[in-house]
Structure formats: C-alpha cells, structure tokens
C-alpha cells in the first residue's frame, strides 16, 4: 500500500501528547496554507499525536 505522504519533501516532524481535537487544527492549517504549498499531515499512535508539515511545492520541483 502506498502511504499518502510518500514523494513529499518532509520540512519537519513533532510528538506530543495525544489531543482530541487536534484534526481541526490541522484541517484548519491545510486548507489556508496550501497556497504557499504546505501540507500538514497528523498521526496518533499510542496516546501520543505527532504533525508533519510537508513542501509540496519543492517535492514537485524535483
């Protein structure tokens, strides 16, 4: 299976505490960067959420 994030130039990464409602912020920031070509993707595993931010524009320019 091919994971979504798989070709995206990854800027950074960051863990912490598991938050419930964390998917609005994420939400909120994918839909008013992507014009600047950000991404921002959300995982959680083990009581624990960690936010990647990806630069969609500079993976494209490979």
Do not use: Q
């Not at 990464?13 to 912020?25: G, L, N, R, S, T």
């Amino acid at each position: 299976m091919k994971k979504i994030h798989e070709g995206l130039h990854l800027i950074a990464v960051k863990e912490f505490k598991a938050y419930d409602e964390m998917y609005m912020i994420v939400d909120f920031l994918n839909k008013n960067l992507k014009h600047y070509g950000l991404i921002f993707g959300l995982t959680s595993s083990n009581g624990k959420d960690s936010i990647s931010i990806y630069d969609a524009e500079k993976s494209n320019r490979k």
